[in-house]
């Protein structure tokens, strides 16, 4: 199994569109079994490629219903309907953010085996496959804030962080 390491803020593999996964081989086999072990083992309940320093469009996702792994996910469409979740992220520990996202999304993308998946998410497997399409494209919860809260979460950040010495 591959060796993955979690990557956390402000690691620049973070910040980086990821590659689309043109091969679908034990390699990708190989990735998504450590990305889920690393997920699991961290108690995350979503975790994309970028996060373990893959440039690859790759997510693993268990809101509590089992395993689900997407490659290449794009969102194909979003209800007008919005509502707000505190979100938190593997890579921005102690930190947690509102945010508005559409409460149902449909997702397309590919299986390890490359066949196409087409879905329907609502509740909290949108909300984190949406948190997780995001890593692919370099986007943090942070991106979400203006400069000031940003300044504001990062040092609140910083002090959780402190307490835990
Ligand atoms: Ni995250």
């Known amino acids: 199994m591959e060796q993955l390491k979690l990557r956390i803020y402000p690691d620049p593999c973070l910040g980086k569109k990821a590659k689309e996964v043109e091969i679908f081989d034990k390699r990708l086999l190989s990735i998504v079994e450590a990305m889920s072990e690393l997920m699991y ?9 970028p996060q373990v320093g893959l440039s690859a469009r790759i997510i ?3 809101v509590g219903k089992g395993l689900e792994v997407m490659v290449n996910p794009s969102i194909v469409s979003r209800s007008e309907k919005s509502d707000t979740m505190d979100e938190g992220c593997l890579s921005l520990p102690g930190l947690a953010i509102k945010i508005a996202r559409p ?14 998946i087409i879905k329907k998410c609502e509740g909290l497997l ?30 609140k950040k910083r002090s959780s962080q402190n307490k835990k010495l």
């Open 103 to 116: 409460t149902i999304v449909e997702v397309e993308g590919r299986d390890v085996c490359g066949n196409l």
């Open 41 to 49: 083992i961290n108690n995350g309940i979503g975790l994309a490629a």
């Open 126 to 155: 949108a909300k984190c496959i949406q948190h997780e399409i995001d890593h692919l494209e370099g986007k943090l919860l942070l991106d979400y804030l203006n400069p000031f809260q940003r300044v504001f979460a990062v040092n």
């Open 60 to 62: 693993t996702v268990d």
